[in-house]
């Protein structure tokens, strides 16, 4: 009769702890990421860059071979918005060798700051001066509206955002850059437009 009880405890003990095994098991996959490991995530995951409001594959015979060609060597080169970053929040200059290279990571940035008011902060925080504004130059609005930022490309500014050694042949006729960033009426980004304002 001992014997019986030990072994009928031993089974217990064994049942428990399979038990305990596939409740863990069960519980494991719903764990949620520590929030450093979410971050990273979210910095290194792929964001579908547009153009005009579409997806670049959808461009074909909009836009010509070369520009295609331009923005998906930029792609290549930048898969995800960590790629276009030094820092947490400071682009990497030393990467960007052009507009198409610049557009892909300021769209980016739109993922990264997601809210626009946010991505104003940043590029206040970078020494520029950005706008929200509608079509008809409004803020606050319910219409579909843009984030303007003037770009400073003269020498005499100090902070120019953009450094000297990019766009050094434009900066020979170009006093500043300006650049657009078009929303839907949900606040997601559509479009990124770059235009160097002749001196």
């Not at 290549?76 to 960590?82: G, Q, V, Y």
């Not at 902060?121 to 970078?126: C, E």
């Not at 020979?172 to 235009?195: F, P, W």
Request: glycine share 4%.
């Amino acid at each position: 009769m001992v014997i019986k009880s030990k072994i009928s405890r031993n089974s217990i003990v064994k049942t428990l702890a399979k038990i305990a095994v596939s409740a863990l098991m069960i519980c494991l996959p719903q764990m949620r990421p520590a929030p450093a490991a979410q971050e990273a995530n979210y910095f290194s995951q792929e964001v579908n860059f547009m153009k005009h409001g579409m997806l670049l594959n959808d461009l074909e015979g909009r836009l010509s071979p070369r520009e295609m060609q331009q923005y998906r060597r930029a792609l290549e080169k930048f898969p995800t918005p960590d790629s276009c970053l030094s820092t947490e929040d400071t682009l990497d200059w030393s990467r960007i060798s052009g507009y198409h290279d610049l557009e892909v990571c300021i769209f980016y940035l739109t993922h990264l700051y997601p809210d626009p008011q946010s991505l104003l902060n940043w590029f206040a925080k970078h020494g520029l001066a950005p706008e929200l504004a509608d079509i008809y130059g409004n803020w606050p609005t319910d219409q579909v509206f843009v984030l303007h930022v003037g770009i400073p490309l003269t020498p005499e500014v100090p902070n120019s955002f953009i450094p000297e050694s990019l766009f050094s042949w434009d900066r020979l006729t170009a006093s500043s850059l300006s650049l657009g960033i078009s929303y839907s009426e949900d606040q997601l980004a559509q479009d990124i437009n770059l235009t160097f304002n002749r001196k």
